[in-house]
């Protein structure tokens, strides 16, 4: 929707006095947003028409039932969580060599089967990492100054190649894993100019498919349309729950089914060490039977700012809870028998799912229509409001889930958020270039090769491209003997 010429123009003068469309206002009136109009008498012909058309646009029963439900919600007590089961998740500990082959192998076959898409949450921009780009763009800092777009497209291409040589297909090309990458309103544009002019790190465009999520109005805390200016309805992205209902509105899910695909690999952008279309993950996933599962770590200690998954209520479905809606005398808990605490699994939005289920959630999530509500400072007609943002959150969808199971990593080896800006204490490019750098020099040294610096170790290290490996494997005939003067990228 194009917006009204800039204040000033003739055409932005304000308009004589008449009153808005009837049908328009009582259509407000019947959901109590007649607000919305308040200032109708104080802006231009050209800026009533976009305020009609943004109205018009507004599917204002489905955004009323999902106030009502959402504020509602809010007043109920919590319902009763218990520890995830045992049973539910395998543990790091607990795997034989033998498994650990077993579903890499599966992986790798159902890989180059075509059966696994990947799905990457990306509607974020890098605000508080001090960056106006959308988040993928940005470099942490790595020796190679790779974008984490490039290091996850770079280990597509790297399974892509494990896949064929395990199957014995010609050429790495062979084998196709399609990278499925939703957008926001406010990173659509900046996202595909920035794959183009990189010529998608390597993939080819066609395997490469962009959707936006969608938005929803932000609201006071009473529930009324926040105006951000007097003819343009303040919104907000819908959370990367909004993943569901965008796949639907955009047929995407048809799509997937035509390509043959039944497993998706769905995670955040921001994680420099995210395991992109994981081989052990899936063959873990198929070989268990399940509709939905997600990777875990371990909580660090008991006050550390990660959801962490739960079971509601005795033999109830899991879902997850986040931090702050965990009492501190349950998040500080242990588990006697394990020395573990007892909700110590942490969320770190990396999930696999069937097409099958995404399909059931797709149909199903919206008709409960409850939204998690975040208290903002909302651009509005006076400067900033106090009001809500509503999203929905990918993890809403497992208590839908038949079956479900956890597959614990270790976070040193497969988180290294990216959230906040340099100087933070916690989550920053530097912290997780660290982690990287940290698990890149253990995977040199295992394959025999050697490390010199000129600076402390603790502040610097090798980086392996993932073109040339994935988690570690095939490294010796690069490394061993060899020496590397850090910082450095080892590549081909």
């Given amino acids: 929707m194009r917006e009204p010429s800039s204040v000033g123009t003739e055409s932005n003068t304000v308009a004589s006095s008449s009153p808005p469309p ?64 045992e049973s539910n998740v395998s543990k790091v500990e607990e795997r034989s060599q033998e498994q650990r082959e077993k579903w890499w192998k599966m992986g790798l076959k159902a890989i180059s089967d075509g059966k696994l898409a990947v799905l990457l949450l990306s509607g974020g921009q890098g605000t508080r990492l001090g960056s106006s780009d959308p988040k993928g763009c940005f470099n942490i800092g790595l020796p190679s100054g790779k974008s984490l777009f490039q290091l996850q497209a770079e280990k597509i291409l790297c399974v892509q190649r494990l896949a064929a040589q395990a ?43 962009f959707f936006q999520q969608g938005t929803i109005p932000c609201v006071s805390k009473d529930g009324r349309i926040i105006l951000e200016t007097p ?30 695909i039944k497993y998706i690999d769905c995670y955040g952008v921001d994680n420099a060490l995210v395991r ?28 550390e700012k990660v959801g962490v ?82 999203e ?28 906040n800006a340099i100087g933070s204490n916690y989550d920053t490019p530097d912290t997780a270039k660290m982690l990287v750098f940290r698990l890149h020099t253990r995977w040199v040294v295992a394959a025999g090769g050697f490390l010199t610096h000129s600076v402390p170790l603790y502040a610097t290290g090798v980086e392996v491209s993932p073109l040339c490996s994935y988690a570690g494997e095939n490294l010796e005939p690069i490394c061993r003997g060899r020496t590397f003067h850090a910082p450095c990228e080892i590549t081909f």
């Fill in 22 to 85: 009837r049908a328009l206002l009582e259509r407000l009136k019947d959901y109590g947003q007649e607000d919305v109009l308040a200032l109708w008498d104080e802006i231009s012909h050209e800026e009533r028409d976009f305020l009609v058309k943004e109205i018009e646009s507004l599917d204002l029963s489905r955004i009323d039932r999902i106030i009502r439900c959402s504020l509602r919600s809010q007043a109920l007590p919590a319902a009763a969580i218990e520890p995830v089961p």
């Fill in 309 to 390: 998954f739960v079971q509601r209520g005795k033999g109830g479905p899991l879902t997850v809870v986040e931090y702050s809606e965990l009492d501190s005398s349950l998040a500080s808990a242990v588990n006697q028998a394990t020395g573990r605490l007892r909700f110590c699994w942490s969320n770190v939005c990396l999930h696999m799912f069937t097409l099958d289920f995404l399909n059931q959630v797709a149909n199903g999530l919206e008709k409960d229509s409850i939204y998690h509500l975040a208290e903002k400072k909302i651009p509005s007609i006076h400067g900033y409001t106090m009001g809500l943002k509503l």
């Fill in 167 to 209: 199957t014995n297909e010609s050429s790495a090309s062979s084998v196709q894993i399609h990278w499925y990458i939703m957008t926001s309103p406010f990173t659509d544009e900046a996202t595909r100019k920035f794959f183009e002019s990189h010529k998608f790190f390597g993939l080819e465009a066609e395997q490469v498919t």
């Fill in 276 to 303: 992109v279309a994981d081989p052990s993950f899936l063959g873990y996933f198929i070989d268990k039977g399940v509709a939905a599962a997600a990777k875990v770590v371990r909580k660090a200690y008991p006050q």
């Fill in 392 to 419: 929905q959150f990918i993890f809403d969808a497992f208590p839908y889930a038949p079956t479900t199971a956890l597959f614990e990593v270790l976070r040193e080896e497969e988180f290294a958020p990216v959230k």
């Fill in 231 to 260: 003819y343009r309805v303040a919104k907000a992205p819908d959370g990367n729950g909004g993943v569901y209902s965008a796949l639907k509105s955009t047929k995407l899910l048809e799509d997937m089914a035509s390509k043959g």
